[in-house]
């Protein structure tokens, strides 16, 4: 059993004081809990899953920085979850594995890998792998909301708050406007789903359309509603529309 030493004396605490939110995937259960356990010491976020079908599952739930990837998986291979994961999210990929040859390491970063490490790891290593990685996947993703939006962050980097009980939607800035109910349900939705394309059909079953049709225009027209308030509000909403796909939220708003 290959299991990961504690922190050390030496480790920089202050360098883990991040709210980093890491999926690992490792079928092994007693590695998995002994990497789990050494990262929460280091006081990082993390879920735990033995499998590809488990992970899909969790991605579907909630937003992670960083999937920490085994190769050898009993249903799927972690080169296959790296290259669909970077295909489809911003998200860290470090692919753990016992595979040490030449051939293995290129087809990782060729999947979307941006680190290959292997095993046995060195915890203190890891740890300090998810940070950097955690740190500029964070910067990047907030150059590229403040270029696209405009948006400034809040102190504690959260640019939007959708408040259901008074179905306002608030800006950093301090402005608020005030939403419909279905206006809500679809924000919300869109929030519990942060860079993922939700599909104009499963948006449609939302608003409990009987059937959908793929030429209405009922979406785009809501759409254009909530966008003509906002902007009145002097907001740009983060949604952007992917052609004959659905809608993507892409950045991150708080749901009070």
């Known amino acids: 059993m290959t299991t990961v030493s504690p922190p050390s004396k030496n480790a920089t605490d202050e360098n883990v004081s991040h709210d980093f939110r890491i999926i690992l995937v490792e079928d092994d259960h007693d590695l998995r809990q ?8 280091r006081k ?17 739930q909630e937003r992670y920085d960083i999937a920490v990837l085994d190769v050898n998986l009993p249903d799927v291979s972690g080169f296959d ?3 669909d ?10 692919l753990l594995t016992a595979r040490t040859g030449r051939d293995d ?3 990782g970063y060729a999947d979307g890998a ?4 292997t095993k046995p790891v060195d915890g203190e290593e890891l740890t300090l792998a998810i940070i950097n990685l955690g740190r500029r996947i964070r910067h990047a993703a907030g150059q590229e909301g403040a270029r696209r939006t405009g948006v400034v962050e809040t102190s504690d980097g959260i640019p939007w708050r ?7 939607l608030r800006a950093s800035n301090g402005t608020s406007v005030k939403l419909s109910a279905r206006e809500v349900m679809l924000l919300e939705y869109l ?9 104009r059909e499963e948006i449609s079953s939302l608003f409990s359309h009987a059937q959908f049709h793929p030429e209405s225009r009922r979406i785009d027209a809501a759409l254009a509603r909530l966008r003509a308030k906002l902007k009145a509000g002097g907001m740009e909403l983060p949604l952007h529309v992917v052609h004959s796909a659905g809608l993507r939220l892409l950045e991150t708003i708080e749901i009070l």
């Open 85 to 94: 994961i970077a295909s489809q999210k911003d998200m860290g990929i470090i």
């Open 105 to 107: 390491r290129v087809r």
């Open 81 to 83: 979850l790296a290259r």
């Open 191 to 199: 929030a519990r789903r942060p860079g993922v394309t939700v599909s």
């Open 114 to 117: 941006d680190l290959y490490l």
């Open 162 to 168: 959708l408040d259901r009980q008074s179905q306002l």
């Open 44 to 60: 990082i976020h993390v879920t735990e899953v033995a499998s590809g079908i488990e992970l899909y599952k969790a991605l579907r």
């Open 34 to 41: 002994s990497i789990a356990d050494y990262l929460r010491l």
